[in-house]
Nanobody, 125 residues
Framework: QVQLVESGGGLVQAGDSLRLSCGVS????????MGWFRQAPGKERQFVAA????????VYADSVKGRFTISRDNAKNTVYLQMNSLKPEDTAVYYCAADLYWSTPRSTVKEYDYWGQGTQVTVSS
């Protein structure tokens, strides 16, 4: 069984930064491509960023490109999402997800096998 636990969310002002972390346990972390998604109230879960197993490849949603950075530390079994220049529209519950099948980063919900519980990010204007 694979477990993912997010942390680092909170309430910040527009323009501030946050770093989200997601710890993974249960199987060798380096076997997974990892992704971050977010879900605002009343909206579908949407892709934010993803990283390949070996950190060689990343992809981002257009809405966060240039502001967010995904990274991973395979020695610590952790994936990060550095969020800079936050905007009120970034407010959502942020989820990390693990993909056991694809080695390259994927951007759709259905391609991920395991999910964390989520961490709330609220950006005030």
């Amino acid at each position: 069984q694979v477990q993912l636990v997010e942390s680092g969310g909170g309430l910040v002002q527009a323009g501030d930064s946050l770093r989200l972390s997601c710890g993974v346990s249960g199987r060798p972390f380096s076997n997974y491509a990892m992704g971050w998604f977010r879900q605002a109230p009343g909206k579908e879960r949407q892709f934010v960023a993803a990283i390949s197993r070996g950190s060689g490849s990343t992809v981002y949603a257009d809405s966060v490109k240039g502001r967010f950075t995904i990274s991973r530390d395979n020695a610590k079994n952790t994936v990060y999402l550095q969020m800079n220049s936050l905007k009120p529209e970034d407010t959502a519950v942020y989820y990390c997800a693990a993909d056991l099948y694809w080695s390259t980063p994927r951007s759709t919900v259905k391609e991920y096998d395991y999910w964390g519980q989520g961490t709330q990010v609220t950006v005030s204007s």
